[in-house]
């Protein structure tokens, strides 16, 4: 599974096109040009690589499609989703529907962690980082506390 970090100030072009950074580019080496981009669960977008968008359907088609919580929630996690691609310049087309709904303009941060790439409006995001928690520590105990360590820590 790849392993993407790093936070980019882009900008998109009048055609709704952003170029990709070209530290993020080399972290995807390997992985192709072809992605999943779709509605995050906050009001951003998550850009997925082909490979790791494969292996949350799999997920995603173990879930009973008779009970209707599941049914729900696939439908909410799947709105939007689209191919993307890289072109020739390493820019990207965000389509218009997901712009709109992440509230993208302009300006854009892109924010890679663990196996996605998220993409929120400059605004939005900044606005969200104004919500760190007072307590950072207790937050990171909580999450993190029943972790096992693994060897050498």
Do not use: H
Request: glycine share 6%.
């Amino acid at each position: 599974m790849p392993q993407f970090s790093g936070e980019y100030d882009c900008k998109l072009d009048a055609k709704g096109r952003f170029r990709l950074p070209t530290n993020l580019l080399k972290q995807l080496e390997g992985l192709g040009t072809d992605f999943m981009v779709n509605r995050g669960i906050e009001k951003c977008l998550v850009l997925y690589p082909k490979t790791e968008w494969e292996k949350i359907t799999e997920e995603l088609n173990k879930l009973n499609m008779y009970v209707e919580k599941n049914r729900r929630f696939v439908r909410y996690f799947m709105r939007g989703s689209s191919e993307a691609s890289l072109d020739s310049a390493d820019r990207m087309l965000i389509p218009k529907r997901l712009q709109e709904y992440a509230a993208i303009d302009k300006e854009v941060i892109v924010f890679a962690y663990l196996n996605r790439i998220e993409i929120w409006a400059k605004e939005v995001y900044d606005n969200m980082l104004g919500e760190e928690p007072e307590d950072f520590s207790s937050l990171a105990e909580e999450v993190m506390g029943n972790t096992t360590p693994t060897e050498g820590e």
